[in-house]
């Protein structure tokens, strides 16, 4: 796995707005740190604007560091399919297009195997009743989104989106996963 001093492994995931993923996943013990931004497109230092035109390619992604030893990358794709629909193509409930679709942006050839059986388990149990259209591709070069994306959930957390959709996938996390919550937030 892409690793930093040997203690930090790297997941790149899109599952809609890049403030759910980053709001939901930033609790879990082990990770160090998320960065919203983009990937996946042909377009060179896209800006959010660009991105909402659907026209780049590129997916809203959150960039997570994350301590292997303390949360493994199986169980961070776990806690990222209770947090979304893999199911539908390039929607998550209201947000439409393309730079909301469903991918797991890989960092190497184990963290795909990993992905790929992941996604068959979850087929194979019937977790969903519509086929799962999560891509998982190579991750190509990743843009970090404006700074006022970053963190915006914690920074903007009575703002109507983030009541209406990030703080429930918050809370999810919470529930289900309660023993993967970083000890002062429990």
Same mark, same amino acid.
């Given at each position: 796995?892409?690793?930093?001093?040997?203690?930090?492994?790297? =997941?790149?995931?899109? $599952?809609?707005?890049?403030?759910?993923?980053?709001?939901?996943?930033?609790?879990?013990?082990? &990770?160090?740190?998320?960065?919203?931004?983009?990937? $996946?497109?042909?377009?060179?230092?896209?800006?959010?604007?660009?991105?909402?035109?659907?026209? *780049? $390619?590129?997916?809203?992604?959150?960039?997570?560091?994350?301590?292997?030893?303390?949360?493994?990358?199986?169980?961070?794709?776990?806690?990222?399919?209770?947090?979304?629909?893999?199911? *539908?193509?390039?929607?998550?409930?209201?947000?439409?297009?393309?730079?909301? %679709?469903?991918? #797991?942006?890989?960092?190497? =050839?184990?963290?795909?195997?990993? =992905? %790929?059986?992941?996604? /068959?388990?979850?087929?194979?149990?019937?977790?969903?009743?519509?086929?799962?259209?999560?891509? &998982?591709?190579?991750?190509?070069?990743?843009?970090?989104?404006?700074?006022?994306?970053?963190?915006?959930? /914690?920074?903007?957390?009575?703002?109507?989106?983030?009541?209406?959709?990030? $703080?429930?996938? &918050?809370?999810? #996390?919470?529930?289900?996963?309660?023993?993967?919550?970083?000890?002062?937030? %429990?």
């Amino acid at each position: 796995m892409s690793s930093t001093a040997n203690t930090t492994s790297t =997941a790149t995931l899109g $599952g809609g707005c890049f403030w759910c993923v980053e709001g939901a996943l930033n609790q879990l013990n082990g &990770v160090s740190k998320v960065i919203s931004g983009y990937t $996946g497109g042909h377009t060179d230092n896209p800006t959010y604007e660009d991105i909402c035109t659907g026209t *780049t $390619g590129h997916a809203e992604v959150a960039q997570i560091s994350f301590d292997p030893a303390v949360i493994d990358y199986r169980t961070l794709l776990i806690t990222f399919f209770a947090i979304h629909d893999p199911t *539908t193509l390039n929607r998550q409930g209201n947000d439409r297009g393309t730079q909301y %679709r469903s991918v #797991i942006f890989t960092h190497d =050839a184990e963290q795909e195997a990993v =992905a %790929r059986k992941l996604i /068959a388990d979850l087929e194979a149990s019937k977790v969903w009743d519509d086929p799962i259209v999560t891509e &998982v591709k190579p991750l190509p070069h990743f843009y970090p989104a404006e700074n006022y994306h970053q963190d915006y959930f /914690a920074k903007n957390p009575f703002q109507p989106y983030c009541m209406a959709v990030v $703080g429930p996938k &918050v809370q999810k #996390i919470r529930e289900q996963f309660k023993t993967l919550i970083k000890p002062e937030l %429990r």
